[in-house]
């Protein structure tokens, strides 16, 4: 990896660590689908001024078709699996699941992308999900319905993460590969029209009361749409144009840290045992994904 992609690398984890952070204030204020939901619109339209700003053609070369359904795997369900999350589960601990996203790439390449499934990406498999039921079942959080229901909401979205990263390589990269800032768009435009029923319904029945959200939920919101989403999806796609699907997933090995730090720094969030027991089984199973090939 050179140092650009280090780079890349790096501030990519840093931002999406401040997205949980950044659910954790908006979902109590707004809800979780009008939470999902204008993240990607803001990015969306964040995306279309930076395009238009930069003077880039908007030339999706007949993958437009492609790059939306890439968004509502992608961005769509697991932006409102995660803010469902978020309901229930501190901003840290999202972010420990989040990473594992390259031990779902593992299975779904496997399964689905005639991956090499090898005795050590197996284990890792393995030593992950003892990883993610330490952290189900302690530290400051009471292990009841509630904290599993969201532990299998921020699985559910990283798989979601894992298969949208061997389709862009199918749909994009294989195919002649797209500038990366027109791929996140045509990304995020999907993921609204794949969120826009849930936005409707959730109108229609629950209106929320706009005038009670506080200033800061708003600012959230506009941080998760604009930095979190529109300048994070350009980072992303890059590193998978780059390094390939599974070793721009190694961005999820990183994040919990940062999803930890901000979460103790601005929210107050308690750092226990099970961020160290659970986070350091789930970081020897990448290490045994992404250790280099004798």
Known sequence: MNLASLLRLLTLAAIWGGSFLFMRIVVPALGAVPTAFGRVVLSSAGLLALIGLMRVPLAFHGKFRSTLLLGAVNSGM?????????????AGYSAILNATAPLMGVVIGA?????????????????????????????????????????????????????????????????????SRIT???????????????????????????????GQAW????????VCTSVAYILYFRLIADLGPLK???????IPAFG???????????????????????????????????
């Not at 600012?219 to 604009?226: E, I, P, T, W, Y």
């Open 78 to 90: 697991p932006f409102l699996l995660f803010s469902l999350a978020a309901r229930v589960l501190p």
């Open 111 to 179: 399964l689905g992308f005639h991956e090499q499934l090898t005795v050590a990406k197996a284990s890792s498999v393995l030593i992950g999900l003892v990883g993610v039921a330490v952290l189900a079942q302690a530290g400051p959080v009471t292990p009841d319905a509630a904290l599993v229901l969201g532990v299998g909401l921020c699985l559910a979205a990283t798989a979601c993460y894992g298969l949208a990263t061997y389709l862009t390589r199918r749909w994009i990269s294989e195919r002649g590969g797209l500038d």
């Open 184 to 214: 996140a768009l045509g990304s995020q435009l999907g993921a609204v029209l794949s969120l826009l029923p849930f936005a409707v319904w959730n109108l229609a029945s629950r209106p929320p009361a706009w005038s009670e959200v506080s």
């Open 219 to 226: 600012l959230a919101l506009v941080a998760l749409g604009l």
């Open 248 to 254: 721009a997933l190694t961005v999820t090995f990183l």
């Open 260 to 294: 930890v730090l901000w979460g103790w720094a601005f929210l107050g969030e308690p750092v226990g045992l099970a961020h160290l027991a659970g986070g350091g089984l789930i970081g020897v199973a990448l290490w045994l994904v992404l250790r280099p090939a004798r």
